[in-house]
């Protein structure tokens, strides 16, 4: 959205994927899609708009994993890793 507003790009509102609640419910989505309302002026802006969104995913996705290594596995119980 702010590489959008950069380049004076309207657009629509996210409309969020929801995640198929099969074979177990799920909380969540697959992501988001958002249309643009009026035209991108030149083939730059839609390449850094483009870009954002990639590294916007990414930049998330990173900081939730490293949450989640951070917070570690309960030392209470064992790790077992025999799923058989």
């Known amino acids: 959205r702010a590489v959008a ?6 657009l629509t509102p996210p409309f969020f994927v929801p995640a198929v609640p099969w074979p177990m419910p799920s ?3 697959f992501g988001a899609i958002t249309r643009r309302v009026s035209l991108a002026p030149n083939d730059e802006a839609v390449l850094a708009m483009s870009v954002a ?13 490293s949450c989640g290594l951070a917070i570690g596995p309960d030392p209470s119980r064992g790790v077992d890793l025999n799923f058989q």
Do not use: E, H, S, T
């Open 5 to 10: 507003a950069r380049y004076r790009v309207d």
């Open 27 to 29: 909380v969540g989505c």
């Open 53 to 65: 969104a990639g590294l916007a995913g990414y930049v998330v996705a990173i900081l939730i994993l």
